[in-house]
Structure formats: C-alpha cells, structure tokens
C-alpha cells in the first residue's frame, strides 16, 4: 500500500514568510509525528499527534511553530516568519496503534520536505 | 533526558565482513527500540523495532540486540553488501512517546 507523502518535497522561501509543509500518513494509522533534522545535528522531535487527544508539542522549538491534524489524517506544520535556523529536512511518521507492545508500534516515515531559508 | 549515542561514527568494510553497530542510551526507562536506515537524501526506513521486554529480533541478514538494564543495544549484519551502505539511526521510545534518535553510523561497504 501507499507510504507516508510529505509535500512539497523542496521549499525556498525568504526570511520572515510563512511556510506549510504537508504529511499524509498511511491510511489508517492513528498517530502521527513530525520531527526535524537539521545538517550537522540528529533528528529532533517536535510534534505527536494521536487520535483524538491533545497533542504532545513538547519539542517545538518556538511559538512560531504549529501543527495541526485534521479529521484524523492529513497534518500541516506550519512556520512562521522563518528563520534562516529553521532550514532542515523536516519528516513526518505515522504508526497504526502506538504503545501496544507489538509491531503496530513501528513509525513508518516520509521522504521528508527539504526547508530551505535564504 | 534521554541520550542516545552511536558507536562508530562511520564504519568502512569490504563486501562479505560481519559487522556490529553499537547503541547506547542513558536512560533505560524506554519502551522499545528501533533500527533505521536512512540513504542519503531519503526518509527512514524502519529496520527492526524490538519491544522493551524483547532480547533480539532478527530479519534476513539482520539481527538486533537489547540489553534494557545496560542501556545497550547492537545491530548485526551478516556477510554486507554494497547495497547495504547508508547511515543506520538506532531511536528509542520513553514514555514520552516520542522517539529520541542516536547520532548515526555511517556505513560504506566496498567492493
């Protein structure tokens, strides 16, 4: 079946424009994560979403970071006035049921979107 | 806070070595540990994911260790590849939910 779609797969914006990075995850799986790698450093996490409960955003870096997921499904992470520091790959996982012990807990992630911040 | 270091930093072997990928994290309150490996300018490919209360788990020429109570794991791969070249991550989840990444091993193999 389908993968985890990140779009767009590139984005070039000037510093201080808004962005929207896009994740569609599998089809069915109830949580959902972003996470940022930027050159030089590890992967970071920055948002869980699971089904219906509050996110987790423990790992957002500032206030201009949000994220949002809708119906259950697609999510949109959106940076506002950006900075040059935001420019990584951001990527985007999804998992069917986390935290069952078995191998619904396995994160299945994007290509990701290369941000880059001139 | 949970750390999470990778030993070596970059591995080179000729094609047929054995090798080990170490792990190791500081906090053994985790709930499972995963292996990934990412290609260059690619997403992550989950590789083994093996449940806190798992020793190993094994896939094809892959085999992956837990030692919960050391804060250590090692990813073995049998008879390498080329093709077997990429970065390999190993992540692990606290109860934090969220997964905490290690540094990365880069890993070429020659021909």
């Known amino acids: 079946g389908a993968g985890v779609s990140q779009s767009p797969s590139n984005k070039v914006t000037e510093k201080g424009k808004d962005v929207e990075l896009r994740c569609d995850p599998i089809?069915?799986?109830?949580?959902l994560y972003w996470y940022r790698q930027s050159l030089g450093q590890g992967l970071e996490f920055l948002i869980y979403f699971q089904g219906n409960s509050a996110p987790d955003k423990s790992g957002l870096p500032s206030d201009r970071f949000s994220a949002e997921r809708t119906g259950g499904s697609v999510s949109t992470l959106t940076i506002q006035r950006t900075q040059q520091e935001d420019s990584a790959v951001y990527l985007c996982a999804s998992s069917l049921v986390p935290f069952t012990g078995g191998s619904t807990d396995t994160q299945y992630f994007g290509p990701g979107t290369r941000l880059t911040v001139l | 806070k949970q750390e999470v270091t990778q030993i070596p930093a970059a591995l080179s072997v000729p094609e047929g070595e054995n090798l080990v990928l170490n792990c190791s994290f500081t906090d053994s309150a985790i709930y499972n540990l995963q292996w990934f490996r990412q290609d260059p300018g690619k997403g992550l490919t989950s590789l083994l994911l093996?449940?806190?209360?798992?020793r190993e788990q094994t896939s094809g020429r892959l085999n992956a260790s837990l030692d919960k109570s050391s804060g250590r794991s090692t990813l073995y791969i049998a008879a390498s590849q080329p093709g077997d070249s990429a970065t390999y991550l190993c992540a692990v989840t606290g109860t934090a939910s969220k997964l905490t990444f290690g540094t990365g091993t880069r890993l070429q193999v020659t021909l």
């Open positions: 093996i449940q806190s209360s798992q």
């Open positions: 089809s069915g799986h109830t949580a």
